[in-house]
């Protein structure tokens, strides 16, 4: 299941589209999504034009370990710090503000602070949680293995909601999610609560 982030700015983005079956990334589908309270079938959250067009966000896509010959692996562990050697193609990609998770693991982390580094060059870099969905154990620390290659999020996709939608702290709300990328087509409802941050 992708994962869901409301930002201060409204920006709704979707996180890690991908096929269920094959775990391929889908990187060029037609997104859209609606908030709607309460449930599945509740009503559009008020003030928002729905469905909001979500558009891809590059370049989430071939970002993935670095390059063949230096993929981007975790050195070392330090609290919310990895050390990391960076292969070529993720020197943008571990910039502020991008999403990363470990191989084969369901969570995301997005880069706080990231310190400079040429490409293949060992580099540290500083990750925060994103918010999690309620289905979701979140973890305790930092989930990354030592000698584990680190990947940038796919299927990243965002669309700025409208400044009049307001979302009340403690309230539920469902993400309705329609993407198509040929030959898949589905809808997914993602259960969100509404909680902010000083």
Not at 55 to 72: E, L, Q
Not at 99 to 126: D, K, M, N, Q
């Amino acid at each position: 299941m992708p994962a869901i982030l409301i930002d201060n700015d409204h920006n709704l983005q979707l996180i890690g589209l991908q096929n269920d079956s094959s775990l391929a990334y889908l990187n060029a589908a037609t997104v859209q999504g609606t908030l709607l309270s309460g449930s599945q079938t509740g009503g559009e959250v008020a003030g928002g034009s729905w469905p909001l067009v979500m558009g891809y966000v590059d370049p989430s896509a071939d970002d993935i370990g670095g390059d063949a010959a230096t993929p981007t692996v975790v050195k070392s562990i330090s609290g919310f710090d990895l050390t990391v050697t960076v292969g070529a193609t993720n020197a943008l990609a571990l910039s502020v503000g991008r999403y990363v998770r470990v191989l084969h693991s369901e969570y995301f982390w997005r880069v706080a602070r990231a310190a400079a580094g040429a490409p293949a060059s060992e580099v540290t870099i500083h990750l925060e949680p994103v918010a999690w969905p309620p289905d979701v154990d979140e973890p305790s620390g930092v989930v990354a293995v030592l000698g584990e290659i680190l990947e940038v999020a796919d299927g990243t996709y965002s669309g700025i909601m409208d400044k009049a939608v307001e979302l009340t702290e403690g309230n539920l709300y469902f993400a309705k999610i329609e993407a198509t990328e040929a030959p898949l087509d589905g809808t997914w409802y993602v259960e969100l609560e509404a909680a902010y941050r000083s």
